[in-house]
């Protein structure tokens, strides 16, 4: 049988949202995983430019993204994301 600690891996998270209030409901919703075992580490940034900076410097396991950035609309900000 597996030891759990040794199991236990971080989630990086990128969440790309430019509205601090919607950035904290996240990052406490995640949170609530970690009494379940979950590691989680979220990095957020505010614009698209910022979060493909922030892909180029460092990998993450997931990226959760608004699809309404100052930077970037719908779509076009998926795609953007997805060429990285």
Not at 34 to 55: C, F, N, P, T, Y
Request: no cysteine; proline share 2%.
């Amino acid at each position: 049988m597996h030891d759990a600690a040794r199991l236990r891996h971080t989630l990086k998270i990128l969440h790309i949202e430019d509205k601090a209030a919607d950035v904290e409901v996240v990052r406490a919703m995640l949170q609530r995983g970690h009494k379940q075992g979950l590691e989680v580490d979220v990095q957020a940034e505010s614009s698209l430019s910022e979060g493909l900076i922030a892909l180029e410097n460092e990998p993450f396991d997931v990226a959760l993204l608004d699809l309404d950035l100052p930077d970037s609309k719908g779509v076009a900000t998926l795609q953007a994301l997805a060429l990285r």
